[in-house]
């Protein structure tokens, strides 16, 4: 496995499909849902199955104040769910916002990947949105720090 910044449009290809495949398919969303005009501004990472060249895993970094970033976007291939590559993506965004002197970060957690999000040191604020009128998000952060 390797974690990369896409460059190429392929490797931005696969980057999207991925979050396509695992975030809007399944509701039956358009192709184009899985971007934002984000995007450009934010970092990107993605780890990459070196066996077969295919993205496993991916996230991206939005910086939303010089102190405040949040995590968007993220996916598991559904063959590689609990095996570590989401708490590898989380654990990257947060050293790059770190390096940024970002020490808060921010995501809008669905109900079913809250347990994940918790283990990783986030902490639920409050309920937030509905997406789709059926995906309940929850606002969480976590404060972050050189220690």
Do not use: C
Not at 31 to 48: L, N, P, Q, T
Request: no cysteine.
């Amino acid at each position: 496995m390797k974690i990369i910044e896409p460059n190429s449009s392929a490797e931005f290809e696969q980057y999207y499909n991925l979050r396509y495949e695992v975030l809007r398919k399944p509701w039956l969303q358009p192709k184009g849902s899985e971007k934002d005009d984000g995007d450009k501004s934010s970092i990107h990472r993605m780890i990459i199955d070196e066996s077969n060249g295919k993205a496993v895993a991916v996230g991206r970094l939005q910086f939303n104040t010089s102190e405040e970033a949040q995590i968007r976007y993220m996916a598991v291939s559904d063959n590689y769910q609990l095996k570590g590559y989401g708490n590898i993506i989380v654990k990257t965004l947060e050293d790059i916002a770190l390096n940024k002197g970002i020490r808060n970060i921010i995501l809008q957690a669905r109900e079913n990947a809250l347990k994940f999000y918790w283990k990783n040191g986030y902490e639920i604020i409050e309920k937030s949105y509905l997406l789709f009128d059926e995906i309940q998000h929850w606002l969480m952060v976590k404060k972050i720090t050189t220690d």
